[in-house]
């Protein structure tokens, strides 16, 4: 099956040569040829009728026009190839859009490339046509480069969150429904065996929060970041506790808010539209933090922990669950693919920095958990429903846009499978100034 099928606009092969001096006779696969060593795992073929690598490959890589090979050579990485497949413009065969895992870890494990000498590399750009080195405009699903937000305010400003939390979450809400399912979590599930179905991973999650915690009727939970109200809505049905949510979307705090009437939990549970940093100063109960803090910057981390931990009673829990890299050494910002078409301006940190930065706002850490490979089983979750649901998906929001959240979690997958990245959970108490703490000798949670 193909990953993608020619969009309307994508570019075709002219008819015509177009002007640069051409030499007759150089390929695309000439091209594949100098950057490439070894046998391929693949087979490229391309819009010239040029192809390389075995023919009964199990994946094809399609360059399809002119435009994707410039996508290529003027953007090199991922960068480049997000461009030209999300356009249209890359297609890859033998796997399904809305899961092309299988293709990514080929490339990834197996594609020899090579940087060719200049005179090599000049010399073929120049027979393919110098007009390939100007880049094209990229696709309208492609973020602005981080030196131009600065427009729309500094990195981490309240505008410019706002901003950036809407391009990722405020796509479609009925999109999200059919890609997450029916509890509308998009966060990392707890899987007690590779058999459970999604919705129970999702349950055992919030479950395991709720424990962390020690929610119990009455309560009061703050918890910011809140998404669709997945743990606003379970804690209310399934605790007795009254939730607050607060989250920067404003299509999710909506989507939220009529669920909780839906389902009969607004005596119990609220979702407003506000930044965490406007969230009500009052002491809570607890306060869990699922999801948000890899959209706070990294340099933000003090100010983040010190409002939480103000927003916290003496003696009150808080629950961190957050993405992170898998050491304290690796950059915080994310890639090129991700920063443009995914996260804007997302920024991730080492397990250690996490829990230097909670000690250092002044609550005590108990315990944490690395989950990243419940991660991979969540990935690999949603990436069967955009698959069932592709016809859906792609008339709610474009074939782009479907075709960036199948590369997307794809890889994303393959990162945690391979230790690249991770999912912790820090559970942090507001200890007393003289060490006053009712948190229990043993854990008073079952993992």
Known sequence: MSLTDRTQGAASTPSTPPPGGRRAGTTVADVVRAVTTGTLPVRITAYDGSAVGPADAGITLSIRSERGLSYLLTAPGDLGMARAYVSGDLGLEGVHPGDPYEALRVLKDDLPLRLPPVAEGLALVRALGWERLLPPPPPPQEA???????????????GRDSTAISHHYDVSNAFYEKVLGPSMTYTCAVFHSAGDTLEQAQAAKYDLVANKLALKPGMRLLDVGCGWGGMVRHVAREYGVKALGVTLSKAQAQWAQAAIEREGLTELAEVRHLDYRDAPREQFDAVSSIGLTEHIGVRNYPSYFRALRERLRPDGRLLNHCITRADNRAPHRS?????????????????????????????????????????????????????????????????????????????????????????????????????????????????
């Open 144 to 158: 602005l480069p981080r030196w131009r937000r600065v427009l729309g305010g500094l990195r981490h400003s309240k």
């Open 335 to 447: 890639g090129a693919f991700i920063d443009r078409y995914v996260f804007p301006d997302g920024e991730l940190a080492g397990p250690g920095r996490v829990i230097s930065e909670i000690h250092d706002a002044g609550l005590e850490v108990h315990h944490e958990e690395n989950l990243r490979q419940h991660y991979a089983l969540t990935l690999a979750g949603w990436c069967r429903n955009l698959v069932e649901h592709w016809d859906f998906c792609v008339s709610e929001v474009g074939a782009g846009t479907a075709r960036v959240w199948g590369l997307y979690m794809a890889g994303s997958r393959l990162g945690f499978e391979r230790n690249d990245i991770q999912l912790h959970q820090v559970l942090a108490t507001r200890t007393g100034p003289d060490g006053e703490s009712t948190y229990p000798l043993r854990p008073d949670w079952t993992p």
